[in-house]
């Protein structure tokens, strides 16, 4: 954090400009949204998600027939995992992302302060990644018995980042969910983002962008949008 606020000190003091609006949600306006609800005059109270395409793709294909070690290794072969599948399946660029939109509102937060379930057992953490591949299985088990649980209560997984600041009070967590059918967070397009934001401004009805959340083409944009914005910002100059 003392580097994170020296960084912002000295972009301003020296007018540089530094747009990151791919790091999170890729194209989604989520970073816009944000710095515009703040200067709007409203207060954020909470921002949730999935901002992981490869979670929800994932979540949104599981129903229980086949393992979800089969998913991830149908993932990984489409390209749609990382090289190593824990580097999704552990929560933490889901956790960094949670972390930029934090610091985005104005919150002192390190990534230390946001918890983390992963969904990799400390058991296969460690492994080489041939070692994990041959006992992904492992995943299998608890997953089947919360799927299971969960559709009990008419509820569905899903792998969820959350932050509620409250009366200064701050909790953030990342990891799996049931939530009811009808959330903003079930019944996504496999590989979505959405990005859950509750205000002042928006207290019964929460402001939800939902969208791509990786792909060329849309990464591509917000790097485009981020350059339209700089040059306008030299013209000014």
């Known amino acids: ?53 490869t979670l929800c793709w994932l979540f949104e294909n599981y129903d229980g027939t086949k393992p ?31 972390l930029i939109l934090a610091r985005e509102i104005g919150l002192a937060v390190e990534l230390d302060d946001i918890a983390l379930n992963s969904l990799v057992p400390k058991a296969l953490a460690e ?14 088990d608890d997953l089947l018995q919360q799927f299971t649980a969960a559709a009990e209560q008419d509820k569905v997984l899903r792998y969820v980042a959350s932050l509620d600041n409250v009366e200064g009070k701050l909790q953030a967590e990342v990891g799996l969910q049931w939530v009811d059918n009808n959330h903003p967070y079930a019944n996504l397009t496999p ?8 205000s002042a401004f928006y207290q019964g009805n929460p402001l939800i962008i939902r969208g791509p959340g990786a792909g060329r083409e849309v990464t591509a944009a917000a790097v ?14």
Not at 76 to 97: A, C, H, V, W, Y
Not at 191 to 198: A, E, K, M, Q, T
């Open 1 to 53: 954090m003392p580097f994170y606020r020296e960084l912002k000190q000295q972009l301003s003091n020296r007018r540089l400009f530094w747009r990151y609006n791919a790091s999170c949600g890729a194209g989604l306006p989520i970073q816009h949204a944000l710095n515009d609800l703040r200067n709007s005059g409203d207060t954020i109270e909470a921002v949730g998600g999935i901002f992981s395409g």
């Open 68 to 98: 979800f070690s089969e998913l991830v290794l149908e993932a990984r072969g489409l390209g749609i995992t990382e090289p190593d599948p824990r580097d999704d399946l552990s929560g933490r660029d889901m956790q960094r992302k949670l």
């Open 127 to 140: 492994l080489s990644l041939n070692d994990f591949l041959g006992r992904i299985s492992e995943l299998d």
């Open 191 to 198: 590989g979505d983002n959405v990005f859950v934001i509750r």
């Open 224 to 237: 485009q949008s981020d350059l339209v914005h700089i040059c306008k910002d030299l013209l000014q100059e």
